[in-house]
């Protein structure tokens, strides 16, 4: 009768060691990937981050100035201010340099 020696205890030592190099690759490699995340924002983005913005600042205006002017407008549109040739014109250049941009 042969007796063999028993060989396991090197095999779970050898998968210990394998899983732990394993992990430790992994773990490197999740540090590098979150060293080389970057964020990149567009120009429309930025844009309408602006937008945004200038809309918040608008309605953070009280609306006692803004109805003064509107009825101010309002009542010099009514009263026929805006008929008279010079104002036409001068509305009609502004238009058209506008359309021309």
């Known amino acids: 009768m042969v007796v063999e020696p028993i060989t396991g205890g090197q095999e779970v030592q050898k998968s210990q060691s394998i899983k732990r190099r394993d ?4 773990t490197e490699a999740v540090q590098t990937a979150k060293s080389s995340d970057s964020v990149e924002i567009s120009g429309k983005a930025r ?3 602006q937008t945004h913005e200038a809309v918040s600042i608008v309605k953070s205006i009280p609306d006692i100035h803004r ?3 509107v009825e ?7 009263g026929g201010n805006y008929l008279s ?3 036409v ?3 009609a250049e502004k238009i058209a340099n506008l359309l021309i941009k």
Not at 23 to 26: D, L
Not at 72 to 78: D, H, P, T
């Open 23 to 26: 992990s430790e690759k992994r």
């Open 47 to 49: 844009e309408a981050a």
């Open 67 to 69: 109805k003064e002017k």
């Open 72 to 78: 101010a407008a309002r009542a010099r549109m009514l």
């Open 85 to 87: 040739p010079e104002v």
């Open 89 to 91: 014109d001068d509305i």
